[in-house]
């Protein structure tokens, strides 16, 4: 089971960004994804879950209206379209693949996003 995220780097404030996360090894159709993000001094976030069907997403209250998650079963790939980027988005960004009706799942190894003013 692996996950490898990429897309991240840095953008201006206001800006746009679409990091990617690539699964392989498992059946990308039967888990829920998600996308977490640490950044420096404080706890890990949880930013965005899209459920197996990919109708079902949630969102954290700070990035509503302005982040997407999305699928590709096709790619067995996530992704998360970022505009309207604040300083305070900026962060390790990982990605994190959870079976559905199981608790423990798998981290990728995160990409870091720079917001720069």
């Known amino acids: 089971v692996q996950l490898v995220e990429s897309g991240g780097g840095l953008v201006q404030l206001v800006g746009s960004l679409t990091p990617s996360c690539a699964a392989s090894?498992?059946?990308?159709?039967?888990?829920?994804m998600s996308w977490y993000r640490r950044a420096p001094g404080k706890e890990r976030e949880s930013v965005a879950t899209i459920d197996s069907t990919g109708f079902r997403k949630n969102y954290a209250d700070s990035v509503k209206g302005r982040f997407i998650i999305s699928k590709d079963n096709s790619k067995k790939t996530v992704y998360l379209q970022m505009s309207e980027l604040k300083a305070e988005d900026a962060a390790v960004y990982c990605c994190?693949?959870?079976?559905?009706?199981?608790?423990?799942?798998?981290w990728g190894q995160g990409s870091q996003v720079t917001v720069s003013s």
């Open positions: 090894g498992f059946d990308f159709r039967a888990y829920v």
């Open positions: 994190y693949a959870r079976p559905n009706g199981f608790e423990d799942g798998v």
